[in-house]
């Protein structure tokens, strides 16, 4: 078996990923839930998740002297707080299993043999003969592997960031950066789309699980619109009514004090921002807090409309929709229906989630299958 690899070292982004601790995967047994946290991919997963889902890969992992941890988010990271754990591992079980790896080279073309099987021609010049090929390649656009499944006849489904924060025009927003809320509702109308989870405010707009869902599950809809569009934040989880009492409250129990002054669960600097947005005098106790300027204040607080100028990668995850058309693989096998000898793995396919460590379940899913696959096909 040959391993072939463009770049210098083997696992790049799984060294760089989690912050260089390595988010394996995320901590949910129930494939029907499990599967719900992807934008695309969802249907075709189900097969291969009731094969091979994180459990499996607990296991896997755990079984080779690698042990992982849960976080309170349900992300899983190995114990040691190091991808390096992660990396020697899948070296390691290579090594063992015979792979031969050859790093700086990579497949610059190939031609499909009349017979069956494969000449490849690599990158140093070289061609090898080759019974079946494996494209893992991930999705990035600076990868050779979307004009390599084009050539053998597949549809490319364009790419597009799929995990990114919102870029908003807005100083007074800006100044509020490292504030973070618990629990928000993060809005796309035109869009007709809606998240909900922490959200952060940064010093260039909203980050955050919120904003970087909604991100996901709108990847498409905003490259077409060039990421211009408006959100809608509620800041609170609601219901709207419920903080309304909170108002009637303070104006009977506490006439006298500041609006302004009165954070009620916010942050004060967050609270602080909502009354500048709602024009209330600094001033101005809550006596003196007419019903249309409460509504003014609940608007900014459940309806707060952000225009979104522009999009930031988040850290460096670079997870892209796109990728080969999922109709034209077989998820039993993850086999080409157009290229017998094919397969696919990862993010070259059209198949894409929410942050989490989902995005690396699904390439660990995809390549066992295609792994097995092939083994059986050669036996």
Known sequence: MLLLEKSPELLSKVTLSGGGR?????????????????????????????????????EWYESRGVPLKVEEDGRMFPVSDSSASIVNCLRDEAEKAGVRVVARCGLRSFDVQPGGGFTLNLSNGTSVEADRLLLATGGNKATAGYRLAASAGHTIEPPAPSLFSFNIEDPSLHALAGISVPLAEVSAPKQKLAQTGPLLITHWGLSGPAA??????????????????????????GPREVLAAEFAKMRAGHPRRVVVGTAMEFPSRLWEWFCRRAEIPADRQWAQLGKTVENRLCD??????????????????????????????????????????LYFAGELLDIDAVTGGFNFQAAWTTGWIAGHAMVAHGA
């Open 22 to 58: 390595c988010n394996v995967t995320h901590h949910c047994f129930d494939v029907k839930k499990l599967v719900r946290n992807y934008p695309r991919g969802e249907r075709e997963l189900i097969g291969p998740y009731h094969r091979f889902q994180p459990k499996d890969t607990v």
């Open 212 to 237: 970087l869902k909604l991100s996901a599950w709108g990847a498409r809809e905003f490259a077409e619109c060039d990421y211009s569009f408006d959100v809608v934040v509620a800041w609170h989880p």
């Open 300 to 341: 900014e607080i459940f309806a707060c409309r952000l225009r979104v100028h522009g999009k930031s990668m988040y850290k460096d995850e670079f997870v892209t929709c796109g990728g080969t058309r999922l109709s034209e693989v077989d998820f039993r096998t993850m086999e080409s229906k157009i290229c017998p000898g």
